[in-house]
């Protein structure tokens, strides 16, 4: 299917879109000031041991302290010493690491919410055909890979390279490369990771030894392999850039890379603006009439299907299965989209034939085959819910792009004018017990002054008799719904 790429640069973030026969696939966006930190690795200093965690907090001098798992120590690092290598399957992490020490890591998952980075010490460095394994003597194929013939012969070119600096993994995109190749890039990956030991030396802790690439040189890196048609970009420095990047290392994408210089916006061409925004709401409506609700929360994303306005035109069943299997598609596009991991709650509507299940189990799994992200669907439960993971290593649009909202404070609800014009009433008296006033006057938001003036004026005019005291409303247009003050006079 026709593919492009599109990448809007501004000074302040980039944009890249992934359009396949013109709709909008995936989104990313790297702001210059909250650049994504996967890949980059520092010289950090373990502030903290928690044994009962079997983790350690450490410093790379961000805001947060990351998060180092004993799962997430391989033997071959600086971590563990000859005498421990025996006892590393025990895992126990007070003996891998102490607090205080300097230890060099790799960020595997961005901060986010509430959780600071994920680090592991098995350090990896990615070019175009390998990855780099600094102390390992393995040679790795993708499992992509399928030919036998091929990989042995990836295997024994690479096999050549390894030396005490360490191993290589051989990406898929290497099945057709000859040995000149591979031979650059190993010696690239080799001139990289003498650089990162020699700042690990100069360096003090709480120091970035390697920053990964910026997105627009990330992106290319990552989709080699894809098939592209066509490859835009909006600013003249960032095309001059990525040019050079792509005749070094992606000579495949440098024929396809084109600098946009229309005066329409780039994003204007297949509505992706429009797209994003339609991707922040939590309601997706779908052709047939059917729509799904998306909530994400910190824990996991939950996806409800409705049939809403689809009837279908043979039975109840018939049109159930029908939504849920159009439903699959829209699942997969969105996950994408959104960039949406960790566990997914996906709720289908009720299925009572076992074949329909599996048919729409089916359509899920072939539907999200064409996503880059790892998924792994688990299945039905008892309750009728299917449970999938997507692998999450950086924000989600959402969380990119919107904060909590100041009004609800993240409840996702307000509440009513009537329910405020109660409490506000409670809150009178209440006042009016702890303090001797003689009146009171309070501010409230148009809606609930108006309710208290209309509707709900005989309440106060009876409160008003009750503690022999007047009670004036005034308006406060800057006043959200829930905020209100009684103020004594």
């Known amino acids: 299917m026709p593919a492009e790429l599109l990448i809007n640069v501004t000074p302040t973030e980039t944009r890249i879109a992934l359009v396949e026969t013109g709709i909008l696939q995936e989104i990313h966006i790297e702001r210059e000031a909250k650049r994504g930190i996967v890949g980059n690795i520092y010289k950090g200093k373990v502030s903290r ?92 194929v993708s499992q992509r890979i399928e030919d036998e013939e091929a990989r042995e012969r990836l295997k024994n070119i690479a096999s050549d390279y390894i030396d005490e600096l360490g191993g290589f993994i051989i990406r898929t995109a290497a099945e057709v490369v000859g040995e000149e190749e591979l031979r650059q890039d190993a010696e690239f990956l080799k001139r990289v990771w003498r650089k990162v030991l020699q700042r690990k030396e100069k360096y003090t802790s709480c120091s970035m030894l390697y920053e990964d690439l910026s997105l627009a040189l990330r992106t290319v890196r990552d989709f080699v392999g894809t098939k592209l048609d066509r490859i835009r970009v909006d600013s003249r420095y960032t095309f001059d850039e990525m040019r050079s990047f792509c005749q070094e290392f992606v000579p495949e994408f440098a024929e396809i890379l084109e600098y946009y210089s229309a005066d329409r916006p780039i994003f204007d061409l297949h509505d992706i603006e429009n797209e994003i925004q339609r991707a922040l709401q939590r309601r997706v409506d779908l052709k047939s009439g059917g729509y799904l609700i998306i909530d994400q929360t910190e824990a996991m994303t939950t996806i409800d299907i409705n049939t809403g306005a689809f009837v279908g035109h043979r039975n109840l069943e018939e049109t159930i299965f029908n939504t849920n299997i159009e439903a699959t598609q829209a699942i997969a596009r969105q996950l994408r989209l959104r960039n949406l991991g960790g566990i997914i709650i996906i709720d289908f509507i009720d299925m009572l034939h076992q074949e329909h299940r599996l048919r729409v189990l089916q359509s899920l799994e072939q539907a999200l085959s064409s996503d880059r992200a790892k998924t792994n669907i688990s299945g039905f439960s008892q309750l009728g819910l299917v449970e999938m993971t997507r692998k999450r290593t950086r924000e989600s649009i959402e969380h990119i792009l919107c904060g909590t909202c100041p009004t609800c404070l993240g409840r996702g609800t307000v509440k009513t004018v009537e329910t405020v014009c109660f409490e506000i009433l409670r809150e009178i008296m209440r006042v009016n017990r702890a303090y001797d006033a003689d009146n009171f006057i309070v501010y409230a938001s148009p809606a609930v002054a108006e309710m208290l003036m209309g509707d709900e004026s005989h309440s106060l005019a009876e409160l008003e008799v009750f503690m022999g005291k007047p009670v004036k409303v005034q308006t406060e247009m800057m006043y959200n719904q829930e905020q209100f003050d009684v103020v004594l006079m």
């Open 49 to 140: 041991v928690l044994p009962g965690m079997q983790a350690a907090f450490v410093d790379i001098g961000l805001d947060k302290a990351a998060f180092l798992h004993a799962s997430d120590i391989v033997p071959h690092t600086e971590c563990v010493d000859i005498q421990e290598q025996a006892n590393f399957q025990a895992g126990n992490i007070a003996s891998l690491v102490r607090q205080g020490q300097d230890i060099m890591v790799q960020v595997v998952k961005d901060p986010i919410g509430t959780k600071g980075a994920r680090l592991t010490t098995d350090i990896t460095l990615p070019s175009r055909y390998l990855v780099f394994m600094p102390g390992s003597a393995h040679v790795g």
